[in-house]
């Protein structure tokens, strides 16, 4: 019975867990296994006969921790958060323990309503527009990643493009150079082909450049082409560009096309006050998506998709065999989420950004951000004092660029030292065809501590200027 087994084993896994946890910041944080050693390791076949959860973790700590690349350490400072926490951690056992699949209100009438009251929380933390409550036509919905939350509000705009009578193969969208590659995938899913989506160009800051956007619109409106959706990014992955919302809505608002915000890493950001600036101009949208399973220590996978009408989603996604009529959806009282999504079935995952949000309290919530942005500035002026280093895009939040002047190779060298040390991850991304090192401040463990060592690994591996 799974009640017994877990009452035996569960000690034991919670063990392997606050072991795992107090020691993952002594481990290389980039795994160094090479390819097939994790598969080397283990049984080519399932095993015929039960086994012991001894033997189960005993290979966790043999093979699955090695061949662990460690977003969890408190000196991960690559590409951009992945946090777990103890909340989402206890909750991510209770959700299996319920097993729900919610993909109805009524196989999961707890799983749609937490969901439903835990978006209106969100955005009520983050300042979003009131459009984004679930009191009036739209509303929040987790979907897996920020890439499904924004494949989701193409396929909506997609179709509400058609409906008004355009043709597919004149659909045209919008996204500067710098937007996340899930924007470009999204439309591939969407029937869309490469050269019907433009690439707008940046500033100096990286931020999607307005007169362009409305360039390239009104050069495609000229060609008879239809513009039906614009993205634009809070945040971006390479340099935390932060594309003007309200220049930049009013170009698609003007077209008629749909609005839609990606803040996936930087939203998080906007739970301090003194930073919501990052979303003016988001009155404008049509969807906004932010991942709760970034920087906000809900762990993979959660990510917050908001839509200021629901409408559109469930004409792009919803179709009804027999077999999932029921009453409760028929009465038109309900949330069935199955429609605002591309799979049928959702776990409920609301349940663990619930038990988050419960956990550290909002206060709690500022309080980690605000101290990841304190010691992001900290690192940032450290470099910006040292005649080796060049800080060549700015630093609104949690992400440090830095180059040294020697160029790209001193770069580039400066980064595998530092990564070959195996107590910190740093990645790199180019812009205008230099190459700069990152660092990502911001995963749930990191304190004053973690960015002194970093700093005294750059301080004494990098070259001379
Ligand atoms: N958008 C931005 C701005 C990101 O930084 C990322 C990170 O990878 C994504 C989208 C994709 O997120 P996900 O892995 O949740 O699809």
Known sequence: RPADELADAAPAVVDWAVRYLEGVGERPVLSEVAPGWVRDQLPAHAPEEPEAWDAILSDLDRV?????????????FGYFQANSSAPAVLAEAIIATLGTQGMLWQTGPACTEVETLIMDWLAELLGLP???RSDGPGGGVIQDSASS??????????????AAG???DDLVAYTSVDAHSSVEKGLRVAGLLADQLRSVPVDGARAMRPDA??????ADVAAGRTPFLVVATVGTTSTHGLDPLGPVGDVARAHGAWFHVDAAH???AALLPELRWIHDGLEAADSYV????????????????????AAPLADALSITPEYLRNAATGSGQVVDYRDWQVPLGRRFRALKLWAVIRRFGAEGLRAAVRGHIALAADLEARLAADARFVLPVPRPLNLVCFAHVAGDEASEALLG??????RVFCSHTRIDGRYLLRVSVGQTATGPADLDELWALVDRLAPPA
């Open 64 to 76: 699955v921790v090695p061949g662990t690349t460690h977003w969890q350490s408190p000196r991960w």
């Open 130 to 132: 009131d459009r984004f």
């Open 149 to 162: 939350s924004t494949l989701v509000a193409t396929l909506a705009a997609r179709d509400r493009a058609r």
């Open 166 to 168: 355009a043709r597919l």
């Open 213 to 218: 956007l409305a360039e390239a619109v009104a």
């Open 266 to 268: 930087a939203g998080a």
């Open 290 to 309: 932010m991942d709760p399973h970034k920087w906000l220590f809900t762990a993979m996978e959660c990510s917050a998709l908001f839509v200021a009408d």
């Open 417 to 422: 030292a530092l990564n070959a040390t195996g």
